[in-house]
């Protein structure tokens, strides 16, 4: 499994930023936090994965950046960068429209189903249902 660097998490975020010309609130408000973040989808406790699977370990990021607010402003827009960025690194795509993606992200931010152990669970069952095999997409659009 591919996962995404510290770096590569700011890098999105400040691309991001440029994207939406917000470059001036761009910047890392808690680098702690942020830490913190880029490291919960590889947790383990007791020599288990605390995030078993692809889809959880997807939930555990895009949860942390969104709810965490390790960045000045553009969490939800740089979490749903990353989130797409992890799944399409370990062969995934999502298929969800700007407007579904956009409100996903604020439903997180502020949607209660999305906090805690069990917010974890209903993201990452959301995201399984919103991504497709990159391989299978890719042939059959050649096809």
Same mark, same amino acid.
């Given at each position: 499994m591919v996962f995404l660097t510290l770096e590569e998490i700011?890098?999105?975020? &400040?691309?991001?930023?440029?994207r939406f010309?917000?470059?001036?609130e761009?910047?890392?408000? &808690?680098?702690?936090?942020?830490? @913190?973040? $880029?490291?919960?989808p590889m947790a383990e406790s007791f020599g288990y994965e605390v995030h078993p699977t692809l889809w959880r370990k997807a939930a555990a990021l895009t949860q942390s950046l969104?709810?965490?607010h390790p960045f000045h402003?553009?969490?939800k827009r740089t979490a749903l960068a990353a989130l797409g960025t992890f799944l399409r690194l370990n062969g995934y795509l999502l298929t969800l429209t700007n407007r579904d993606a956009e409100e996903?992200? $604020? @439903?997180?931010a502020t949607d209660d189903r999305y906090k805690g152990d069990n917010g974890?669970?209903?993201?990452?069952?959301?995201?399984e249902q919103v991504t497709?095999?990159?391989?299978?997409y890719e042939k059959d659009d050649e096809g």
């Open positions: 700011v890098a999105t975020h &400040f691309l991001t930023m440029q010309d917000d470059e001036s761009a910047g890392i408000q &808690f680098p702690d936090r942020l830490e @913190a973040i $880029v490291h919960r969104v709810q965490d402003n553009g969490n996903l992200m $604020v @439903a997180i974890l669970t209903l993201l990452s069952q959301e995201i497709i095999d990159r391989e299978k």
